[in-house]
T-cell receptor, first 110, second 113 residues
Framework: SQKIEQNSEALNIQEGKTATLTCNYT??????LQWYRQDPGRGPVFLLL?????KEKRKERLKVTFDTTLKQSLFHITASQPADSATYLC?????????FGGGTRLMVKP | NAGVTQTPKFQVLKTGQSMTLQCAQD?????MSWYRQDPGMGLRLIHY???????DQGEVPNGYNVSRSTTEDFPLRLLSAAPSQTSVYFC????????????FGPGTRLTVL
């Protein structure tokens, strides 16, 4: 079955550094991947979508890459700030169904 | 626009009780869906709808019913609540394209005793 996985351990980094989060998929080849941010007690908020032929996509301090050989997407936040602390989810559409990874909690310390 | 709204925000039920979680959106989105989120399990799709009158099962549909009589509303019914249904429930909506942005509601935290 299709599986999408994220590192369940929290990622702690210092303010100003680049945070890199990983999303791995197995048993299928998604045409695109989505990244969401979720704050405690709130619903996920869409950040970026990357298609398999795009390799890299940017939005302000965010960058997402898509490596179909490694079956992996990397999510980068440059010049990280304490306000970036949240859980980040990757997800993929299989037809009408959106499948999420378990999320990675990012903590940016001042 | 209010976006996606959910009620109630919190609910405590006893085993065997039934209830309906409400979800509404004012963005005229065709697609609506329900997820549950459990620690360590991520978000899992319960049911979804691609338009009024059309519903389908997701990954974990057992114990839940849905209907879609209008574009705006997509209620989720728990027929006989079980402790295993203790979770946070999120409703989401988007336009018809699979790559379109999905908007989530604020969630309902349900505890079944």
């Amino acid at each position: 079955s299709q599986k999408i996985e994220q590192n369940s351990e929290a990622l702690n980094i210092q303010e100003g550094k680049t945070a890199t989060l990983t999303c791995n998929y197995t048993n299928y080849s998604p045409a695109y991947l989505q990244w969401y941010r979720q704050d405690p007690g709130r619903g996920p908020v869409f950040l970026l979508l990357i298609r398999e032929n795009e390799k890299e996509k940017r939005k302000e301090r965010l960058k997402v890459t898509f490596d179909t050989t490694l079956k992996q997407s990397l999510f980068h936040i440059t010049a990280s700030q304490p306000a970036d602390s949240a859980t980040y989810l990757c997800a993929n559409n299989a037809g009408n169904m959106l499948t999420f990874g378990g999320g990675t909690r990012l903590m940016v310390k001042p | 626009n209010a976006g996606v709204t959910q009620t109630p925000k919190f609910q405590v039920l006893k085993t065997g009780q039934s209830m309906t979680l409400q979800c509404a959106q004012d963005m005229n989105h065709e697609y609506m869906s329900w997820y549950r989120q459990d620690p360590g399990m991520g978000l899992r799709l319960i049911h979804y709808s691609v338009g009024a009158g059309i519903t389908d099962q997701g990954e974990v549909p057992n114990g839940y019913n849905v209907s879609r009589s209008t574009t705006e509303d997509f209620p989720l019914r728990l027929l006989s609540a079980a402790p295993s249904q203790t979770s946070v429930y999120f409703c989401a909506s988007r336009t018809s394209g699979n790559t379109d942005t999905q908007y989530f509601g604020p969630g309902t935290r349900l505890t079944v005793l």
